[in-house]
């Protein structure tokens, strides 16, 4: 390791402990360039972290607590208490559909496409004939923006002119009808995840050691026993990376239901009304950041939750 | 055909263009002005123009429209046509439509241009008390300029912040050609109109085409129903949130709007007004309550067109109310440029500068001043000029009218959810005034 390695691990120590104890080595001295490499390698993420995470996401919830035009100075904001949280709850209609549909998304996430992308890994893992055509296929979806992937089903979707009502004769509303257009979307968003999941999934695979397949084939193990009780295990990182993906995606769900009718009738998403409600001139930053705050809330939870799996997978 | 046409915007209403088809770097840049949160003042430079502190020789223009839209060639060619005739540059700022509406607070703060474009009625107001748009009513009177549009251009103050630069009326639209091959007449009261849909429906017709995927285009249905049934002034009042939006007024409103349902084309949420737009313009649809920007939906019948004013339904109330959205001109409050600033707006406000927008342009706007040239007039166009000086009443449109935060995050959604569920309407109108209490705090 270099002396500026060696130092930057030091200095990570001594943050870590806080200072709580005095420093047990003997202080090494630096030489002043390499404090000011330690110096610029410490300030610049933390400046950065602070500015753009901390800073912002204490002012969301210290204005979540006022009513704000966002015109005018700091003065013209009046403090209301927790009225907006009370508004949220009891008068603003779209606020538990959104909770509920964010709750529908995360579970339809991991157990329809997540599964299936999963499965066609497998499948596809096998070298069968045509596979690398196959890989393409479900791959492609990938590579286009929600945004973009919103606009074409809006092709097959549209209640008057789209494919689907043609070639089924129906005349269903896909997009419009509130008890439909959310799992219209979630087909949209699943034909790209799975893709997405199948590739990362199939990268894992390929790393997995052949002997021990070889070894569960010797000991008599069939595909499906094999798979569950050797590769999954074997899988775990993957498996864990699938997790947070599934997660993050869900929480990011924004930019399609944005795209097909900016997250209104029957597909209100948390993260849609903060943007109805901050952005353009609306303007309503109190309202807007109380519900940004309730999103951040429901965010540290799978964070927490996803930290406490990899801290413990550390410690072993 | 589905897409999003990013049509000649000025067109447009704003709620549109505030939401609709957003792209994805201005979205981005506005929640990154959102997250921040802070308001602060530096962070649209982007979006600001030179601003003033320059020579009294340049004045600075923001423009709400680029590219190569008839609406950009406008005000380009209204811009032009002032530098040639005073010698004083203009330096324009052009940003797309939707980036500036959703920058719209930021950039005022900021760093603005001189004169930008915006629009009359309460939105115009709302800028005028927060004082970031300078009084004008030194420009004013404006030879050529109807009342209304006076009225139109007056904060509550009673000065004028506002010049108009072009209007687009609401009216309901139909196709020459199917109602002389049905035999059908224009109708002149609610009964007749009526009347007129029962018979489209049973020729397999759909009466009213109709699409509120965007949540807009149903707040034209909302304001002329409410403007015939109730009175332009209680209207405006309702608007401004001085009425209650849980009375009896308002209730009977939806009451009518409930039983004209079985006339609109069904599912109206998954439909963009284009589409709906389409459906008139292929015959299946008989009428379209829409705006003269109709016809950037379905150019090629645009000669087949013909529009009549929504009939009276109330004698006492009659049918001299209508929507016709005004666009036209600020000056911001921050420009320290303020003489020449306003005779740019002195000159904008001319026949002059109308005919040099509409003679060096695809397509014409309908100038706002009486006196400008009509020659370069669509006859939809002609006929729009005299519908409007015969209307008594202005109003601007729902969004236009009303609090920017009220009607996108409340009017929009629950005008959505209602017309998902008509029958009820105690449950929509009650929603609706808890949250109006909760924005205007009475």
Redesign the interface.
Known sequence: MTQAGLAAVDVEETESATGAAPPKRPSRRLSPRDRAVVIVMVTVPTLVVVGLVWV?AI??VV?SFAN?????GLDTIQWIGT?NYT?IAT????FWPAIRHNLIWVTFLFLVPTMLGILLAVLLDREMRGSRVYQTAFFMPVVL?L?LIG?IW??F??????LLNQVLGT?I??????SV?LWAVLVATAWRHTGYIMLIYLAGLKGVDNSLREAAAVDGAGEVKTFFHVIFPAMRPINLIVLVIVVIESLRAF?LV?VV??G???LEIIAALV???????????G???ALATIMMLISSIFIALYLRVVMKEERQ | MSRRAQSPASMVPPSVAATAGISRRSFLRSAAIGGALLGSSGLLSACGGGGGGESSKTVTFGMNETGDQPAAQRLRAMAEAYQKKSGIKVKRNEVSHNTFQENINTYLQGNPDDVFTWFAGYRMNQFAEQGLIADLSDVWPIDGMADSFKQASTASDGKQYFVPKDYYPWAVFYRKSVFEKNGFEPPTTFDEMTTLAKKMKAKGMVPFAFGDKDGWPAMGTFDILNMRINGYQFHMDLMKGEKAWDSAEVKQVFETWRGLLPYHQPDPLGRIWQEAAQTLGKGEAGMFLFGTFIVDGIPDVEDDLDFFTYPEMDASIGATALDAPIDGFCMSAASDNTDAAKKFLSFLGTPEAANAANDNADAPFIAANSNASTKTYSALQKKSVEVVSQAKDIAQFLDRDTRADFASTVMIPSLQTWLGKPDDIDGVTKSIQQQKVSIFGS
């Open positions: 912002p002012a969301s204005l704000w035009s966002g015109i005018g009225k508004d008068i603003y209609p779209p923006s945004a606009f809006q092709l979707y549209s209640r008057d002119q789209g005349k509303d896909w997009y419009g009808d509130p257009n930019d944005w009718n900016q209104r009738n029957g943007t109805a409600n901050v952005v353009g001139e609306a303007s309503r930053i309202f807007g950041s």
